[in-house]
C-alpha cells in the first residue's frame, strides 16, 4: 500500500435540533444557506487539493451521504476529483446548553476513530474545509514520518488572548497544561503551545496512542460542559495530546497559516505566498463564494487549470497577500447586502 498521505476534510450537517452558532458564518447551522457555505469551501479544498496533489487520496468525512446532502453541481465535481466519501455518524456532540457555539468540532474524534481502525492505512491529514491548497504537500512526508504529528502552532501575535490566565474559546492554558500533566503524566516543557484545530496531519500509529486520550478529554468535556475554563473544542483537544505526546510546537506552522483578510484583524503578508495550505476563516462567505461562482460558470472544467493558474484565481479571490480595491469593493457591498437581508428577514417574520 501506497504511504502518501490521504488528505481529508470534513462536513456535519446539522439538523433543526442540533443547530448551534459559528461566528464567521451565521446562527443557525441547520439552513441551507448555512450549509452551501461549507459546501463551496469543499469544492474548492478538494479542487485545490488535486490540482497540486494529482496522486494523493482526497476523503471527505460527512454525516450523510453526499448524493442526498451536496449541492448537485458540488456532489459532481467531488466524483469527477475521485473524492472518496467517509459516512460517519457524530457521536461526540455536547449538549446543546453547553454548545451555542461550534457544536460538531468534536466529530474530529469519530474521524480519529475511524481512522485507527484503519489496517496499514497511509498517514491522514486532516484540515478544515475553509483552507485553499497553494502548492503539493509531497516535501513534508519524510517529516510526517519521523514526527509521527504535524500540528499548526498559533503564534501568540496570531491568536488574541494568548496569556495563561485568559480563556481562549473557553478554556486557559493554564488549564490545558494541567489536564496533560495531571491525566497523562506528561505537560509543556515552557509555555503551553496552543494548537490551530484547522490542521493536523498524523500516522495511525500515533492516532492510536492519541484516540483514548481523546476519549478521556471528550469525557472531561461533557462532564464539566457547565464549568468555566474546560475543554470545549477540538483545540484544546488537540493542545492537551500533542503536549502529552510530545509533539514539536510549531512542526507545521510552515506548512499552512490562519490567515484573516477581513477588515479589523487582516494579517495576511507576502511570505504567505510560500505557504502550502492557507486557512482564510473570513472568506467563507466571500473569497470562497465568489471564486467557485467564477469556476461555475466558466466553460473550461476546473479541473483543467494549471496549478499555477489555480493559484493566481485563489491570490485574488481570497486576498492574500494584499486585498485588491475590486474585491474590497466586491466584500463591502456583500455585507451590507447581509445585513440588508437580515433585516428584511425578522421584518417578514414580525
Ligand atoms: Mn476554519
Not at 459546501?39 to 497540486?52: E, G, K, N, P, Q
Not at 519524510?142 to 480563556?167: I, S, W
Not at 493558474?309 to 480595491?325: E, I, K, T, Y
Request: aromatic residues 10%.
Amino acid at each position: 500500500m501506497s504511504l502518501t498521505t490521504t488528505i481529508a476534510t470534513w462536513i456535519v450537517l446539522d439538523g433543526k435540533a442540533e443547530a448551534s452558532e459559528y461566528p464567521s458564518v451565521g446562527v443557525d447551522s441547520s439552513r441551507p444557506e448555512f450549509q452551501e457555505v461549507y459546501w463551496r469551501c469543499i469544492a474548492l479544498f478538494f479542487l485545490s487539493a488535486r490540482i497540486h496533489n494529482p496522486g494523493n487520496e482526497l476523503q471527505l468525512y460527512c454525516n450523510r451521504r453526499v448524493a442526498e446532502a451536496a449541492p448537485p453541481r458540488i456532489g459532481a465535481l467531488l466524483g469527477d476529483l475521485g473524492v472518496t466519501e467517509v459516512t460517519l455518524p457524530l457521536t461526540h456532540r455536547l449538549p446543546p446548553e453547553a454548545a451555542s457555539r461550534w457544536g460538531n468540532v468534536f466529530y474530529e474524534i469519530d474521524i480519529l476513530r475511524h481512522f485507527a481502525a484503519q489496517e496499514g492505512a497511509p498517514p491522514l491529514l486532516l484540515a478544515d474545509s475553509d483552507c485553499i491548497w497553494r502548492r503539493p504537500f509531497a516535501p513534508f512526508e519524510a517529516r510526517l514520518q519521523a514526527e509521527q504529528c504535524l500540528l499548526y502552532t498559533l503564534r501568540p501575535e496570531d491568536q488574541k488572548n494568548y496569556q495563561g490566565e485568559v480563556l481562549i474559546n473557553g478554556m486557559s492554558r493554564r488549564r490545558m497544561a494541567a489536564m496533560a500533566e495531571e491525566l497523562f503524566g506528561r505537560g509543556p516543557d515552557g509555555e503551553m503551545p496552543f494548537q490551530g484545530g484547522e490542521f493536523s496531519a498524523f500516522t495511525v500509529g500515533w492516532c492510536r496512542q492519541a484516540l483514548p486520550m481523546a476519549e478521556v478529554l471528550w469525557d472531561y468535556a461533557c462532564a464539566e460542559a457547565e464549568q468555566p475554563d474546560a475543554i470545549r473544542t477540538e483545540e484544546h483537544v488537540w493542545s492537551i495530546i500533542a503536549v502529552a505526546l510530545g509533539v514539536r510546537p510549531y512542526n507545521a506552522n510552515d506548512i499552512v497559516r490562519r490567515i484573516w483578510t477581513n477588515y479589523d484583524a487582516a494579517n495576511a503578508r507576502p511570505e504567505d505566498l510560500d505557504l502550502t495550505l492557507w486557512h482564510l476563516p473570513s472568506e467563507k462567505k466571500f473569497g470562497f463564494r465568489r471564486m467557485w461562482h467564477a469556476l461555475e460558470g466558466a466553460q473550461a472544467s476546473p479541473l483543467a487549470l494549471s496549478p499555477e493558474a489555480l493559484n493566481s484565481m485563489s491570490r485574488r479571490f481570497m486576498g492574500v497577500p494584499q486585498r485588491g480595491p475590486r474585491k474590497a469593493a466586491l466584500d463591502f457591498a456583500a455585507k451590507i447586502r447581509e445585513r440588508l437581508g437580515l433585516s428584511a428577514g425578522l421584518g417578514r417574520a414580525a
